[in-house]
C-alpha cells in the first residue's frame, strides 16, 4: 500500500558522490512531492464518490449497503491523510537538511530503501528489530 506512488527514475548517484547532497535531496523531494499530489486527488475523489453515492441512494432498503460502504470509504480517506501528514513532515526533514539517516543509530538509510519507502526514519536493521519487538509486546 505504502508504495503506490508515481513513477520515478531511480536515482544513480556518480562516482564518490556524497550521500544526501543537494542533487539526492531534490529527488526525494521530487517523489514526494508527487506522492503526495496523487494522494490529494485519491481524497479528492473519494468525497465526490460520497456524495455521489448519498444522492443515489434513496431507497431506505440500501441504507444499510450506503452505511458499510461510506465507513470504507472514510477509512481510507483517514489513511490517507495521515499518509499526506507523514509525507509533510517527511518534507520538512528534506527543507533541515535531515533526511536519510535512522532516527535510531544514525546510520546512511540508502537511497534503493527510501526509494522503496520515502518516508522511512529508520534504517533496516533498526526497523526489523522495532518489528520483532512490536510483535513481542502485542502493541
Ligand atoms: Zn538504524
Redesign the pocket.
Known amino acids: 500500500m505504502q508504495n503506490e506512488f508515481v513513477d520515478f527514475k531511480p536515482y544513480q548517484p556518480s562516482e564518490g558522490e556524497e550521500y544526501m547532497n543537494h542533487e539526492q535531496l531534490e529527488h526525494f523531494r521530487q517523489i514526494l512531492l508527487g506522492w503526495k499530489q496523487q494522494l490529494m486527488e485519491e481524497v479528492d475523489r473519494t468525497m465526490h464518490h460520497l456524495q455521489e453515492d448519498a444522492e443515489n441512494y434513496a431507497d431506505p432498503s440500501d441504507r444499510a449497503t450506503q452505511e458499510e460502504e461510506f465507513s470504507l470509504e472514510l477509512r481510507t480517506r483517514d489513511r490517507e491523510r495521515k499518509l499526506i501528514r507523514k509525507i509533510d513532515k517527511t518534507i520538512e526533514r528534506i527543507d533541515k537538511d535531515d533526511y536519510g539517516f535512522?532516527?535510531?543509530?544514525?546510520?546512511e538509510i540508502g537511497i534503493r530503501r527510501l526509494e522503496a519507502r520515502p518516508t522511512a526514519t529508520?534504517?533496516i536493521?533498526?526497523?526489523t528489530l522495532a518489528e520483532i519487538r512490536e510483535k513481542q509486546t502485542g502493541v
Open positions: 535512522c532516527d535510531q543509530c544514525g546510520v529508520l534504517c536493521d533498526c526497523k
